[in-house]
């Protein structure tokens, strides 16, 4: 028999905990604040927005493994553990030494990653009795998931679609309406802060950071009802470590241990959820694996951003969060990846940057598309735009494996499939899309005036 | 720990065999017959048509099990064996004792159970040395199966689409478009089947039975071209029955077997593939399970169809083959399900209902879409309209199962994932959707002239 493929874990092997890197940390990331007085945020500040237990998780500074619901594991078991795979196409197709392999995200019911944080925040809200969250959402994954999620527990969710992504991908839209919630296309009138952004700017199209400001302004002035967010906090980078756990045991089984584990940014989720599990062998000196974050050239925040006290959203309603920043008013240019599309990254993956523990490559949008095609063509799976950046960096990796004659272990994390994005290749195809790259513009007024964070000035 | 929802088999799991149901059936199918002369077709006689491999396994009538060639296994492994899945979630919206299981083919790269065949096709093609192949797609899961199987093989790839499912689903034509598929609206002007109908009926929206037409005449018509078709066929219900052996040795891991399997029905090849492994022990005599083909109200070939010589195109350019047939000039209504829009059953199915060795159920379109949104929210996954029949099948069965108070065990195929199929769940949801229900109509005109089948006067 030929080599396997794919390497596949049962139900009792789905995680019975999640890892939390922050005990692991050599520098602790910098505290929330809150924006009016400028102290240090509890856990108790952030109940009003968020469920307690979620609150609580992201304040967490101590416990290395949290207990993963029983509820939530079952519900995990509708599509976990997911495959391992060995990409013996792609290898091929690159010519390359290096060993190839992808944590196949993408099938999930909803398509991509995002319902592991998902189903655990729709489960701790029901746990005290809340009946509606809202939430926003750029490309629509993350809302695709909660809605899903919130259906499971019989929770109302009202979904702030970024109005680009609400008209240019108008089936995200179809799959959250049958999973009955309601989408309403950012900016909205529903809002104080939707009407100001269409009053200022009518042909706004929107963005993460204002959809994020309409979500929490709905959840805060609406009764027994809470805030989720699908990424950039640390609860939510929590909930993804499902990913790389399963990961880890598959390269056991496969025999080997990556050199490089890779993952696509946009507020740091899917990364987190791959790396964090290899990293803590990193930490305690017991690996040199290196972890590279794919980021669009477009919103270059890890290798271009500051690190600075910022809000999460565009309103600025929000704690502030110490975070690698473009400033919660950059305008992220309309490419394809619409999930990657903002401004700043998570406390936890910020710090790790700065501390050196952690690399990030910026890919133009054309280099996405194309190793996204040569995925499809060798693998079989059409990526989604965002993983895409994953692709195109570990076919970077790949080709320098090549050039060096050295058989790298290369991991990446296909975070989702790219099937309600088809729209997106006929534009490649056509010749209709650009690079946006900023790689060589000054990103500096965007973050003028925003607080240092201390141990980064 | 809770009870399992999914049962997983590893890679050495996925069966060395093939199961070939026709030794085993007490009437065997009649021959298929040259339309000119009327004298039964040797293998031979398809070579011009199918690969050399294709033609001897559709006329193989000894064999019980073909040996599935290593490559082929090999590239099963992309997304082979799928899951089993204890649906639990709509056994307990439907609040019934019976067990409801469904196979997953939906986890496939292209979303459906047709690369099952699309592998074995492609590669008996490219071991005969063939560069060139043509077929037809309905909704555009073949097409799509088989333009991704071609680029496996290099082998390049015209691809007939109904000009309706053409303009309705466009992310279909761009996911064989990625794969490298050149993809025509059909009816098109490149053949002479095309241009006859488009002179004579300018604003047609085309069939499959056209589509096929246009393929086969491409085919004939190309050097070094072969045709391929995703259903029908028996060589194609055979590759299919890796879905059944598969679902056997699951149901064995969760302890139960099926006391009815239920497939969706357009002609017969995922139907096929999920029963006839089972239905071996029902010819053996050592089970008595009931299999349910679930066709739509519109295109009602099985309940209302006669047995007849019919071509499996609507130019008239293939063998006669004996079939369940509505007529190959029946026009069916433009229902979502555009893989069940086909006139005809294939031979065996054919055979086996007309000797009861198997039921049929005809389901509005309505119906089909009203389980279909039941199964979203209750087991996360959205289904294709064309395996909402068989979901919609379950669902009687499995309100019968209360009615009596039976824990009746039920397997369904969900033969693929409705992801590229959002817009029509957006008019079933804005009510624009009929149900085309043909129960009371008279349907014997498009069947005068036919030939009548021995045995089924």
């Given at each position: ?24 940390m050599p520098v602790?990331p ?245 790396s964090?599990?290899?990293m803590?062998?990193n930490l305690?000196g017991?690996?040199t694996t290196r972890f590279i974050a ?8 890890l290798t271009?951003?500051?690190m ?16 690698l ?20 990254a998570?406390?936890v993956v910020s710090q790790l940057k700065a501390d050196g523990l952690m690399e990030a490559v ?93 141990g980064h000035?």
């Amino acid at each position: 028999m030929s080599e396997s493929k794919k390497f596949i874990l049962q139900e009792q092997d789905i995680p019975t905990a999640w890892f939390n890197i922050i005990p692991a940390m050599p520098v602790k990331p910098a505290p929330m604040l809150d924006p009016a007085s400028k102290r240090p945020l509890t856990a108790e500040d952030l109940f009003p927005l968020f469920s307690e237990e979620a609150a609580r998780q992201e304040l967490n500074f101590t416990d290395s493994w949290i207990e993963i619901p029983e509820q939530v594991r079952d519900l995990y078991k509708i599509w976990r553990p997911t495959p391992l795979v060995r990409a013996r196409g792609l290898e091929k197709a690159l010519d390359t030494p290096a060993h190839i392999y992808f944590k196949n995200e993408s099938v999930s019911p909803v398509g991509s990653h995002k319902l592991n944080s998902a189903i655990p925040q729709a489960y701790y809200c029901k746990q005290q009795g809340v009946t509606n969250i809202t939430t926003e959402t750029g490309a629509g994954q993350w809302g695709t998931a909660l809605s899903l999620a919130s259906k499971m527990f019989g929770i109302e969710l009202a979904v702030y679609m970024v109005k680009i992504s609400f008209n240019q991908k108008p089936y995200r839209r179809s799959m959250m309406q049958t999973y009955g919630a309601q989408v309403i296309a950012s900016p909205s009138m529903s809002t104080r802060a939707g009407r100001k952004i269409i009053t200022e700017h009518p042909n706004y199209q929107g963005s993460l950071g204002t959809a994020i400001s309409e979500a929490v302004e709905l959840a805060m002035s609406t009764p027994n009802c809470k805030y989720a967010l699908g990424s950039v906090m640390n609860h939510v980078a929590l909930h993804q470590t499902v990913i790389g756990l399963e990961a880890e045991r598959q390269m056991e089984m496969a025999g080997e241990y990556p050199d490089i584990v890779i993952g696509c940014f946009g507020g740091g989720s899917n990364f987190s959820g791959i790396s964090f599990p290899f990293m803590r062998h990193n930490l305690a000196g017991d690996r040199t694996t290196r972890f590279i974050a794919a980021e669009p050239a477009s919103c270059p925040k890890l290798t271009k951003g500051a690190m600075r006290y910022d809000f999460g959203d565009e309103a600025g309603y929000t704690p502030l969060i110490p975070m690698l920043t473009l400033g919660h008013n950059f305008s992220p240019a309309n490419i394809h990846a619409g999930g990657l599309r903002y401004h700043g990254a998570g406390a936890v993956v910020s710090q790790l940057k700065a501390d050196g523990l952690m690399e990030a490559v910026d890919i133009p949008q054309l280099e996405t598309f194309e190793a996204a095609t040569l995925f499809a063509k060798s693998e079989g799976l059409i990526p989604a735009p965002e993983s895409s950046h994953a692709i195109a960096a570990a076919i970077r990796e790949a080709k320098r494996a090549k050039e060096a004659g050295e058989a790298k272990v290369i991991l990446f994390n296909l975070s989702g499939h790219g099937l309600i994005d088809m729209a997106a290749y006929d534009r490649y195809f056509a010749g209709d899309l650009a690079n946006y790259d900023l790689s060589e513009t000054d990103l500096t007024e965007t973050i003028a005036g925003l607080d240092m964070v201390p141990g980064h000035e």
